[in-house]
């Protein structure tokens, strides 16, 4: 059974950083594109970051360029959100997605990040 995994998330002052980290199983991860939204309450959901399924090529939001960094690892089937300058802005829960060559989607629970003095 697929599986995604978020771990990482929790309270932060403006300014400071944390490290999202997203474990898959049940398919074969380096296969699949990864990456990483994000809801705020009363908002849509929105994309954060992506990442082709070797690495090669990653994309971000005009919000976050700069800011964040997304990395994956195929030996560990783990996807990783580095995100540093946290602003109150970036508050929301953060998924983990996964897109296959076939067209298939598989998302995460979410984990929840705050920005907050």
């Known amino acids: 059974q697929e599986q995604l995994v978020e771990s990482g998330g929790g309270l932060v002052q403006p300014g400071g950083s944390l490290r999202l980290s997203c474990a898959v199983s049940g398919f074969t991860f380096s296969r699949y594109a990864m990456r990483w939204y994000r809801q705020a309450p009363g908002k849509e959901r929105e994309l954060v970051a992506g990442i082709s399924s070797f690495g090669g090529v990653t994309t971000y939001a005009d919000s976050v360029k700069g800011r964040f960094t997304i990395s994956r690892d195929n030996a560990k089937n783990t996807v990783y959100l580095q995100m540093n300058s946290l602003k109150p802005e970036d508050t929301a829960v953060y998924y983990c997605?996964?897109?296959?060559?076939?067209?298939?989607?598989?998302w995460g629970q979410g984990t929840q990040v705050t920005v907050s003095s």
């Open positions: 997605n996964a897109a296959g060559p076939s067209g298939d989607y598989y």
